[in-house]
């Protein structure tokens, strides 16, 4: 099969593509715009392999995704690409818009004139929106989104959903929970947590720190999101959720234990605007449609990544320099 992956350079995205070289005979063709979240080191384990092109384009630009699609001609497209993190989405909305909502568009017209025979969309368990005790969000609750991030990938879950309703689109739509793992960017909370920790800096938490999240080891999610692209029906939603709901001050506390570091460094910051108190999933869906489940344990998943950011200085240090220290200036200068 000949996939077009986009936001393959990313962090999900790329664990992705390494998968399908590493684990099927599939071509994949990644579609990035190499944003600051991109990264071709990601995919450095894969460069050399003939089954893999990449392909610089902006999927908000129609013409040059439709010369990807030409040149491509995709049987599947698995579409990563996104603005992906909630504090810039705040700071600059427009992007989010942007790609998340006009990206998609773009991708789903494209997919319409190439017939592309199956579409995977990755979204988000955020545009559920925060969930209250003892509720678990199955593939029905209702959406009702929070930041600029949240909304837009909310309104391109809607927009993929349509294009199966009205143009009979083969569309498929994961949503799952907050991943962790190597190669991810460290603006969010744990490479964030870890990188400062080795760096003996200060662990910024926001507000009282008992916001709950459920922690999704990537290589999980990407085979999650691996049987849906085999095994789903197309039209509906398969939520992917790791079974692992910690409250954010003790995933802190977890981090300091894994880098030998002492709670002393934790610092209590101004919280996040519109910040969502609880995500929770239900799996049920997709464990019965196809037999996946989360293999990783959390504390396990947690050693791993933190041995992977002590092995990779270097990688950290370029993704931290330019851009990303502006940002964080910004994000948390003014809390
Ligand atoms: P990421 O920010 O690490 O990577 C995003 C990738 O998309 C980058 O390679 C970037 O260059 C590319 N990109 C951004 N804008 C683009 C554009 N206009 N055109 C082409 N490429 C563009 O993101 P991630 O954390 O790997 O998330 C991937 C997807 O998974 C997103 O759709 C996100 O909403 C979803 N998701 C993420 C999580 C999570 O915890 N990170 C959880 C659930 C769902
Ligand atoms: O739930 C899935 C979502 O998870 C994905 O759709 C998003 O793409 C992904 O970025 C992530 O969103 P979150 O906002 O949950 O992730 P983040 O890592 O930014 O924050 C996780 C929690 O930690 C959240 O409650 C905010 C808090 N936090 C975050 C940072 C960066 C802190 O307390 N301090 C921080 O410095």
Known sequence: MKLIVTGGAGFIGSCFVRMLIRETDHSVAVLDKLTYAGNLENLEPVSDNPRYTFHRADIADAEAVDQVFADVQ???VVHFAAE?????????PQDSINTNVKGTFTMLEAARKYKTARFVHVSTDEVYGSIDEPYDADE???LKPSSPYSAAKASSDLLVLAYFTTYKLPVLVTRA?????PYHFPEKLIPLMISNALENKSLPVYGDGMQIRDWLYVEDHCRGIYSVLEKGTTGEVYNIGGNCSLPNIEVVKRILAATGKDESLIKYVQDRPGHDRRYALTNEKLTKATGWEPRMDFDSGLTATVQWYRENPGWVQRVKSGEYQKFYDLNYTSR
Not at 84 to 92: L, P, W
Request: charged share 15%.
């Open 84 to 92: 992906s993190h909630v504090d810039r989405s705040i700071f600059a």
């Open 74 to 76: 995709p049987d599947a």
């Open 140 to 142: 029905n609750y209702p």
């Open 177 to 181: 929970s907050n991943n962790y793992g």
